[in-house]
Every structure is written in C-alpha cells, then in structure tokens.
C-alpha cells in the first residue's frame, strides 16, 4: 500500500485532531520538523495529505490535513492490521498487539518531553521486573 507505520502515525494524528501546523504534528510525533518536513514532501507526492491554506484555519503558518485519498488508505490499512489472514498468529494475539501498538502511538504524543517510554505496556510499565527470569 506504499505505507509505513511512521506515515500511519502520521495519517492518524491528523484524522483525529485535524489540520495543524507542521511543527505541531513534529512536537506530538516526537521528531525533529526537518525529519516530518521530509516525510510530509514524500506523503504529499502520494497524495495523503495536502497543505492547507491558512485562511481556512483562521491563522498563519503552513496547516497539514489528511487528503480524501489519505484517508481511504489509511481505512485500508487499519481493515488490512484488522484481517486475521495477514498474519500467522492467532486472533487473541493479535488483538493485544494491535492494542499494544496503538497505546505505544498514543503514549508517544501524551508523554512529556524528554521523558522516555519504558519497554513493556502503554503506560510504560515494564511487562515482568527485571529480577524475574520469565521475564
């Protein structure tokens, strides 16, 4: 579908919370602008998101939305994580991935700056102490 995880990120940041400003959506995404900046040049040639005059927002700077064409596949590729088919594991397993993922999305733009997510579940608890050797 010619799309990663980091450009599904993006898509979903934008579906839910609109257009923003380009160095908005880098703050929530936790990179640098010149890496989204790069990344967005590319999704625009794909036509997955388009720029937004920022008349239509009421206010100045270069506003980001999702294109009608970005979310089509975008619901493709959420259809596509959800099919049972495309993977090899079993659908309890999958379930708790896909949740798993998502809340590791969700914490990535929740959590304060500089403050690191810990390996384990979404809220940055470890899965099993370190001492513990089924860990």
Do not use: F, Y
């Given at each position: 579908?010619?799309?990663?995880?980091?450009?599904?990120?993006?898509?979903?940041v934008?579906?839910?919370?609109?257009?923003?400003?380009?160095?908005?959506?880098?703050?929530?995404?936790r990179?640098?602008?010149?890496?989204?900046?790069?990344?967005?040049?590319?999704?625009a040639?794909?036509?997955?998101?388009e720029?937004?005059?920022?008349?239509?927002?009421?206010?100045?700077?270069r506003?980001?939305?999702?294109?009608?064409r970005?979310?089509?596949?975008?619901?493709?590729?959420?259809?596509?994580?959800?099919d049972?088919s495309?993977?090899?594991?079993?659908?309890?397993?999958?379930?708790?991935?896909?949740?798993?993922?998502?809340?590791?999305?969700?914490g990535k733009?929740?959590?304060a700056p500089?403050k690191?997510?810990?390996?384990?579940t979404?809220?940055g608890?470890?899965?099993?102490?370190?001492?513990?050797?089924?860990g």
């Amino acid at each position: 579908m010619g799309l990663t995880q980091e450009r599904v990120t993006v898509l979903r940041v934008l579906l839910a919370d609109g257009p923003m400003r380009r160095a908005e959506l880098a703050r929530r995404l936790r990179v640098t602008a010149q890496t989204l900046g790069t990344a967005l040049v590319s999704m625009a040639g794909q036509g997955l998101v388009e720029e937004v005059p920022a008349e239509t927002v009421g206010r100045s700077g270069r506003w980001m939305a999702i294109s009608e064409r970005g979310q089509k596949l975008l619901a493709d590729a959420e259809n596509l994580e959800q099919d049972e088919s495309t993977a090899g594991i079993g659908p309890e397993l999958r379930s708790e991935l896909i949740m798993l993922i998502r809340g590791l999305e969700h914490g990535k733009q929740q959590r304060a700056p500089g403050k690191p997510l810990l390996a384990g579940t979404p809220d940055g608890s470890p899965l099993a102490a370190p001492s513990d050797p089924q860990g």
